[in-house]
């Protein structure tokens, strides 16, 4: 999986989410983000 900024998730979850209503790969955006934002490293 490719690494994404935070601000690159949340653009990518409201494409998903509200334009093409793929909420599996939605769901997978928002846990990768949410992973990479409590890690230790920050990645």
Known sequence: MATRTARKAV???NL???NE???ALAEE???DNV???H???GW
């Open 35 to 37: 992973i990479r934002s």
């Open 29 to 31: 955006l928002f846990a």
């Open 11 to 13: 653009e990518q979850y």
């Open 39 to 41: 890690s230790p490293r």
């Open 21 to 23: 209503r793929n909420l």
């Open 16 to 18: 998903v989410v509200w």
